[in-house]
């Protein structure tokens, strides 16, 4: 069965450090995979999408992942956080016979140090 | 232009009593799915509508929860004698399409539900 794991719950960076956040995904076949972001009290807002081609696909506010067959993973990375990126992150898989559902990670939670 | 509207913000019920939750989706996007949020178990897919026709309810609670889409405007998830554990966000989303390029989903804000 298709699954989302992020190992990080929380991670902690210093602004303006480079961010990486991690997911693996377990899938049969070829995955189509996201990235959502949920500031405070908010809904669920999409950072970036992969569909097949190329495995590093970029986001909004300058943030890009990278798709691993290989290492079923589909990093999150940023190089230079802002105290803006706050939020909990989202990784989700979508297979391409579920015709639109999505299965979420457990999320990880950033907090950003002054 | 308008995102995904859920109503309401926020729901508090008594233990026993039914909750309805309203989402309407984006105009001309032919998907509605519905999410529940808790902080133990996180995202969990509740059910979803593709041209008002429910698809796919895996994981919906067998007694007590229902969703319908009677019009392309609206759908309403309803769950009757609330339990404390029902207390969660549920997150109603909507796509152009599915699958493919199309298949990105919109949330709304959510409507949190508290059964005391």
């Known amino acids: 069965a298709q699954s989302v794991t992020q190992p990080d719950a929380r991670v902690t960076v210093s602004e303006g450090a480079s961010l990486q956040l991690r997911c693996k995904y377990s899938y049969f076949g070829t995955p189509y995979l996201f990235w959502y972001v949920q500031y405070p009290r908010q809904g669920l807002q999409l950072l970036l999408k992969y569909y097949p081609g190329d495995p590093v696909v970029q986001g909004v506010n300058g943030f890009e992942a990278e798709f691993s067959k290989s290492n079923s993973s589909f990093h999150l990375r940023k190089a230079s956080v802002h105290w803006s990126d706050w939020a909990v992150y989202f990784c989700a898989v979508e297979g391409n016979y579920n015709q639109g559902k999505l299965i979420f990670g457990q999320g990880t939670k950033l907090s950003i140090k002054p | 232009n308008a995102g995904v509207i859920q109503t309401p913000r926020h729901k508090v019920t008594g233990k026993g009593q039914e909750a309805t939750l309203w989402c309407e989706p984006i105009s001309g996007h032919s998907a509605v799915f519905w999410y529940r949020q808790t902080i133990v178990q996180g995202l969990e897919f509740l059910t979803y509508f593709r041209n008002q026709a429910p698809i796919d309810d895996s994981g919906m609670p067998k007694e007590r929860f229902s969703a319908q889409m009677p019009n392309q405007s609206h759908s309403t998830l309803k769950i009757q004698s609330t339990q404390p554990q029902d207390s969660a966000v549920y997150l109603c989303?909507?796509?152009?399409?599915?699958?493919?390029?199309?298949?990105?989903?919109?949330f709304g804000e959510g409507s949190k539900l508290t059964v005391l």
């Open positions: 989303a909507s796509s152009l399409g599915w699958g493919g390029n199309t298949g990105q989903l919109y």
